[in-house]
């Protein structure tokens, strides 16, 4: 699966209907996988949420539209699937810094997003240590928190989540429960189906889970673990990107589509890893 090729066949699938319907199950089947974990791809490769890629593109053309007087500003609202005038403002805005109204004066700075087309990189500037391993099946037990299909959503849950979770002291109780493989904080983002998504901080341990927390099987698998060290949040999602970017297409391996693991230090060190399953071609 070249997920490069698949990323333009979807983009140009979006380009085709930006002023009509965008079908989730539609991107899912050019995909060959789930909506959320096409998403998932999308942004970690071009640095951009799916949802954010779609909605500069709208409004770019939006703006097109405006500046040639193609209709009342709601016709155009309508045409690119804004509901209420409200919403599409506020889109506009967004990208443009200003409201759709003003974009009819000839001498207004609007911004313009292109249509994006990606090909294959190879970098090697700079080196990530990985190691490839066979796991058995393994139990984590922890906490968890109910995701959405949009990962916008998520970006602002997930990092509330951990907050929580640390300040009531959540994390040190968890450090009772690791007795096995891999030794550390778990973030594990789990997908089953469209009503089925959670984010979980835990542990990997062989313990039967208290009734206060919750419990999942992650199954056997290769799993492919980068090691990095340094700001997590930089270094996560550069891992991701030089995974999908660099890493997977010239290897002999498919991405596996099982739950994507962070390991995080129960200690103050930066040292952590990134756990993602593939399979063989």
């Known amino acids: 699966m070249n997920w490069i090729n698949i990323l333009n066949d979807v983009i140009n699938y979006i380009e085709s209907n930006l002023n009509s319907e965008i079908s989730h199950e539609e991107i899912s089947k050019i995909s060959c996988c789930s909506y959320y974990h096409f998403q998932k791809v999308f942004s970690y ?6 949802g954010e890629y779609i909605r500069n593109r709208k409004m770019t053309l939006a703006a097109f539209d405006i500046q040639k007087d193609e209709g009342r500003i709601i016709d155009i ?16 805005k967004s990208v443009h810094g200003i409201p ?13 997003f292109p249509k994006l087309s990606l090909s294959l990189e190879i970098s090697g500037t700079e080196d990530v240590k990985y190691s490839i391993v066979e796991k058995e099946s393994f ?12 990962m916008n959503e998520n970006f602002k849950i997930v990092p509330n989540f951990w907050k929580k979770m640390i300040n009531n002291d959540f994390i040190n109780k968890l450090k009772e429960f690791n007795n ?12 089953k189906n469209s009503r089925y998504i ?5 542990v990997s341990s062989n313990k ?13 698998s290769t799993w492919i673990i980068f090691k990095s060290e340094g700001d997590f949040e930089k270094s996560v999602q550069k891992i991701y990107t030089k995974f999908f970017k660099e890493w997977l ?12 693991i962070e390991v995080y230090p129960f200690d103050k060190s930066k040292n952590f890893e990134v756990w993602i399953s593939i399979k063989n071609k």
Request: overall charge positive.
């Open 100 to 112: 759709p109204i003003k974009a009819k004066n000839n001498k207004a700075i609007l911004n313009i």
């Open 139 to 150: 139990k984590i037990i922890g906490n968890r928190i109910s995701l959405s299909e949009n």
């Open 45 to 50: 490769i071009t640095g951009l949420s799916l």
């Open 180 to 191: 096995n493989y891999p030794k550390g904080i778990l973030g594990v983002n789990y997908f």
């Open 77 to 92: 609202a309508y045409k690119y699937g804004y509901a209420s005038p409200n919403s599409f403002n506020k889109a506009f």
């Open 249 to 260: 297409p010239f290897s002999n391996y498919e991405y596996g589509k099982l739950p994507d």
């Open 198 to 202: 959670y984010y979980y901080i835990s």
């Open 208 to 220: 039967k889970a208290p009734k206060n927390m919750y419990e999942i099987n992650i199954p056997k």
